[in-house]
């Protein structure tokens, strides 16, 4: 199938032809809608014959689709192309549109500079740790599939093509195959077969350690020029990866690299998934590591290619690692400080008890206004100066400041309501810091920027998580499904800057927007990221983010993506703003998770996490006992807790992994692997830890939920090649998780019976009959547990802060007051939910976040 220039496919007017290649044509398009040229990949019109193969290629492309990353192709579209000349349609995707070269090209048989190799492979890493964090594997890395554009930006292209042109299983008929050109079909010839890991070539179920072998693979090309793996045929090739080990680096090479590199390629290309990097998180972190000079070390003359390196070698090029590793450390942790500390100077401006949500300099940059909530009380707008110790209350209550203008007046959020510990969702208006009334502009919104012109963030409407940017007000720019915050308007106005936070949470990713909504994103893959503005010189985006296991630091992001470390301290920061000579506002915050509540023989509430952040929690049916994880510093990580009534120290049950559950006999705890990947069983008393059958498992979503026999547990999770999630019944002793016919949790204590998951009224499921009962009045609660007796739900109204449980007959839907629940001293919690409830309400258990906020003034930074 091929199109002509003028053509239209959809919305897309073709352009011209870029190429060709087995996974179909290419071409240029101009998309009018959006005034912006696009790429299109026309696949092969037999794809779309089997429908297994097509319904599996749309599940991968909006998997893809939904992949979010500067090293990752961005997925605009995809659509059915029906030629006059074909009886079949064509699939097609849209994408965005590369100047460039593939990497094989720019390999061309020839080893790549170390710099730049070791540059290129870091971009990789980083763009497969993405897609892995969201449960997606390429399967078919190889330089063909690795773009390099022409501003030296890596993009990885095709992710979840190669799930299409082959099945699961074993790869049958390779032996049999011709050897063949590296563009024709993945998973058919030499160019594809020479990076499969031995596990993928083996027909066993893949994750993602297939993908760390494959990029061991394109490593070791790009460092020598050449394959790590030959063959004259397709089996021999096999027969090579399988059984033999690349050749050793040349002893010109080996002096050229850091040893840590060659460790990284070796590390990757292991025989068995077991050994190799178990994540590409820990690739990236390697590969950083070997930049540094510390880890330059020489390896001297390496010994022939038959013989291996002396112990006095090794050990030196393990020191040369752990050096290297050790210095990595203490920059990410903070021992290391940037550049400019010696001339930096601090200026704390706030000093009581409570919580900061938003500050800003006035015009003069020396009067500084922000919103707090001091002692348990409401936010209000405050007034302190850089001379003074004193804040003076605006008499303006329950809101929240956005920014100042240079013509004196403030934006704010009025009648701030809190839907979970970061968002704040209320009316935009414009005050003048004279004096006067709040003038509101939109309602229902969440962020703002005033500059020469109005950005501001909404929510689409009061129950959707959904949000848009509006620039000027009014007019919609982009639209997400997710929350975005602290937009920020450029001091020439033609640009927005913002936090995008596609999961929920304050994960997230820096974008910037032009006028017409084309976007950019500068930086990507923050655990924790909040707080933005623009640099004095508005040459950069500064923002305060964290990744995993470090605090949230101060960095700076320019128009090219270039990131850099401006600021660490002991603890998490937030950026609110930059005066024009550069002093930066930011919050110091001390943040605290904890697991309170109530157990069944206690005669207070108290807290039971012994740590810094409590995460989930979970009742035994008689409310006597009770099991949470912490994943903090203070928990060294990852880990599940256990604790009785009357017992003042929790049991540690073991590391790795979160939100544990008791069984109903007290003997077992049941909880998802802190990645995910699957779920352990580990023994209250004796220490022992049962890892559980995956089957084709690919992620656990929540908490493992015990039956009554205290042998199976009940949980929900997605599957390899699946995007949607299912709910599994799996026993402890042996055997694959089994498939249940509906979705759901909160399962009663009797096992019969579970609660739907989906929009609207609970639904109850009666998993012997599969009677489904519908609870009337109950389209905005949360089930938080069940009754003894298993008659009745127990549920709290959505939203932060809910407090009075009700209890919700199945069999009649009357609705009763159980309990009100009271929280104790709320000065500084952002958020609070009722996690659990049993025993008829004599117990019951709280996630509560609480934070202490500091407002300084830093100069010197830069």
Not at 218 to 237: N, P
Not at 375 to 395: A, C, H, Q, V
Not at 522 to 533: E, F, N
Not at 804 to 823: E, H, M, N, P, T
Request: neutral net charge; glycine residues 10%; proline residues 5%.
């Amino acid at each position: 199938m091929s199109l002509s220039p003028g053509e239209h496919l959809g919305p897309y007017e073709i352009v011209s032809r870029v190429g060709a290649g087995g996974m179909g044509e290419v071409y240029r398009a101009h998309d009018a809608r959006l005034a912006r040229d696009v790429a299109i990949k026309i696949l092969p019109a037999a794809f779309s014959a089997d429908a297994e193969r097509l319904h599996r290629f749309e599940q991968e492309a909006r998997a893809a689709a939904g992949l979010n990353h500067p090293n990752i192709l961005v997925v605009f579209d995809i659509g059915m192309h029906a030629s006059s000349g074909s009886a079949q349609a064509a699939p097609y995707i849209v994408s965005e549109l590369l100047e460039g070269e593939t990497l094989r090209e720019r390999i061309n048989n020839q080893p790549l500079p170390a710099r730049t190799a070791v540059d290129y492979a870091i971009q990789i890493a980083e763009g497969l740790a993405a897609a892995h964090d969201k449960g997606i594997v390429h399967r078919d890395l190889k330089p063909e599939n690795i773009f390099i554009t022409t501003d030296g930006r890596v993009k990885l292209l095709d992710f979840g093509l190669a799930k299409l042109t082959q099945t699961d299983g074993a790869l049958a008929n390779l032996s049999s195959m011709q050897t063949a050109q590296s563009n024709t079909l993945p998973g058919l010839v030499m160019g594809t077969v020479g990076y499969m890991s031995p596990d993928q070539l083996r027909g066993k179920t893949v994750d993602h350690r297939t993908d760390v072998f494959s990029f061991g693979a394109v490593l070791y090309e790009m460092l020598c020029g050449k394959r790590a793996f030959h063959g004259e045929t397709t089996a021999d090739m096999i027969s090579s990866i399988l059984n033999w080990e690349p050749q050793e680096l040349t002893p010109a090479l080996k002096e050229a690299l850091p040893p840590l590199v060659e460790e990284t390629v070796r590390h990757c290309l292991e025989k068995n998934p077991l050994s190799r990097f178990q994540s590409m998180r820990d690739v990236v972190f390697s590969l950083r590591a070997s930049r540094h000079p510390s880890s330059s070390v020489r390896v001297g003359d390496a010994a022939p290619a038959s013989r291996k390196p002396s112990i006095v070698l090794y050990a030196v090029a393990m020191l040369a690692i752990v050096v290297a590793v050790l210095v990595a450390l203490a920059a990410k942790m903070g021992w290391l400080s940037p550049p400019g500390d010696a001339n930096l100077s601090f200026k704390q401006l706030t000093f009581r008890r409570g919580v900061i949500e938003g500050a800003a300099f006035a015009r003069d940059g020396q009067t500084i206004l922000y919103s707090a909530a001091w002692d348990g009380g409401p936010f209000e707008i405050y007034s302190t100066r850089m001379d003074s110790s004193e804040s003076r209350p605006l008499g303006i209550k329950n809101a929240n400041i956005l920014g100042t203008t240079s013509s004196g007046e403030m934006l704010l959020l009025l009648d701030i309501v809190r839907q979970g510990p970061f968002i704040l969702r209320g009316t935009a208006a414009r005050a003048s810091l004279a004096g006067g009334a709040p003038r509101p502009l939109t309602d229902n919104s969440i962020g703002g920027s005033m500059g020469k012109q109005l950005a501001v963030v909404r929510a689409k409407d009061r129950q959707s998580s959904a949000t848009q940017l509006e620039f000027p007000p009014g007019r919609v720019i982009y639209e997400s499904l997710s929350w975005m915050s602290h937009p920020r308007v450029s001091a020439d106005g033609d640009l927005v800057a913002l936090i995008d936070h596609p999961q929920g949470g304050d994960d997230g990713n820096i974008v910037v927007f032009d006028a017409r909504g084309k976007q950019r994103m500068l930086s990507s893959g923050w655990t924790s990221v909040q707080g933005l503005a623009w640099s004095a010189n508005g040459r950069e985006v500064w923002f305060t983010g964290a990744k995993t296991g470090s605090n949230r630091a101060l960095y700076a992001v320019d128009l090219s993506s270039r990131e850099r470390l401006v600021y660490r301290s002991a603890v998490d920061v937030q950026l609110h703003d930059i005066a024009a000579d550069g002093r930066v506002l930011l919050t110091t915050a001390s943040r605290r998770a904890e697991i309170r509540g109530l157990l069944k023989g206690d005669i207070q509430e108290r807290t039971l996490s012994p740590y810094d952040w409590g995460i989930g929690a979970h009742l035994t049916a008689d409310g006597k006992a009770a099991s949470f994880g912490e994943s903090g510093e203070g928990s060294r990580g990852y880990a599940g807790f256990f604790i009785r009534a009357g017992e003042n120290v929790p049991t540690r049950l073991g590391d790795g992994v979160w939100d544990p559950n008791i069984s109903p006999d007290l003997r077992w705890a049941a909880a998802a692997e802190y990645d995910r990947h699957g779920i352990q069983v580990l023994s209250v008393s004796s220490g022992e830890v049962r890892k559980l059958e995956r089957g084709d498992l690919q992620r656990v979503n929540g908490s493992p939920e015990w039956m009554p026999d205290s042998r199976r547990i009940m949980f929900t999770g997605i599957r390899v090649g699946q995007s949607q999630p299912q709910t599994f019944l799996q026993n402890i002793d042996g055997g694959p998780p089994q498939p249940l016919p509906v979705v759901g949790s909160r399962l009663s204590h009797d096992g019969r019976r579970l609660i739907l998951t989906g929009a609207g009224p609970v639904t109850v499921y009666d998993l012997m009959s599969g009677q489904k009962t519908m609870l009337p009045d109950s389209d905005n609660v949360r089930v938080v547990g069940w009754s003894p007796d298993n008659s009745a739900v127990y549920v709290v109204a959505q939203g932060p802060n809910s407090r009075d449980v009700f209890s919700i007959s199945v069999s009649s839907g009357r609705r009763s007051l159980l309990r009100r629940i009271d929280a104790g001293d709320s000065t500084g919690i952002i958020g609070l939910a009722v996690a659990n409830v049993a025993a008829n309400g004599e117990a019951y258990l709280l996630n509560i976040i609480r934070t202490q906020s500091d407002l300084h003034v830093i100069s010197g930074l830069r």
